[in-house]
């Protein structure tokens, strides 16, 4: 495997740059993309997904429903001839997203020009997916609700009825 200059697993590549302005990802690409010869490993596409499961009664299954899907796999050629490949499937339907995110991952996964810089954008989306997290887990626990109260209560009025 390929040492990289991101310290953030490549699993989490694509949710961090989804969350960091898409101007400055696209200025960080132009800024070094003459610098290499991109090539479509595939074509772009962009469609639909289907989410399918299990009934638990009868264990036939059914659709929960659809959800859009774009895929990009580029090759990037430098002036040497040294091959860099890269892909990014995610949930949009935006196949020019999608080849833009295969690019940033040829650049950080092979550790090219520019890396230390999307690693910095992927960083600052990581930052802004732990301050999501965070507001969603204080909101969830701020409408917990304790039912053990429930049980006492019904203890309660069960001992005055039989006294």
């Known amino acids: ?36 010869e991109i090539a479509y490993k595939s074509i772009p596409q962009s469609g639909l997904g289907v989410l399918q499961t299990k009934d638990t009664a009868l264990h036939e299954p059914y ?3 659809e959800f859009p899907i774009a895929t990009s796999w580029v090759v990037l050629t430098d002036a040497q001839g040294n091959t860099f490949d890269g892909a990014a499937q995610l949930m949009d339907d935006d196949e020019n997203l999608a080849s833009l995110f295969a690019v940033c991952d040829a650049i950080l996964a092979n550790d090219l020009m520019s890396c230390t810089k999307l690693a910095d954008l992927i960083e600052l989306g990581e930052y802004k997916f732990s ?11 701020s409408t917990a609700v304790n039912f053990s ?11 005055g009825k039989n006294a």
């Open 131 to 141: 301050q999501e997290v965070s507001t969603r887990k204080a909101m969830l626990g």
């Open 149 to 159: 109260l429930f049980g006492a209560v019904d203890q309660n009025k069960k001992e």
């Open 1 to 36: 495997m390929n040492k990289t200059c991101c310290t953030v697993p490549r699993s989490f590549w694509l949710r961090a740059l989804k969350l960091v302005p898409l101007d400055e990802v696209k200025a960080v690409i132009d800024s070094i993309i003459n610098e290499y």
């Open 63 to 65: 659709f929960l429903g």
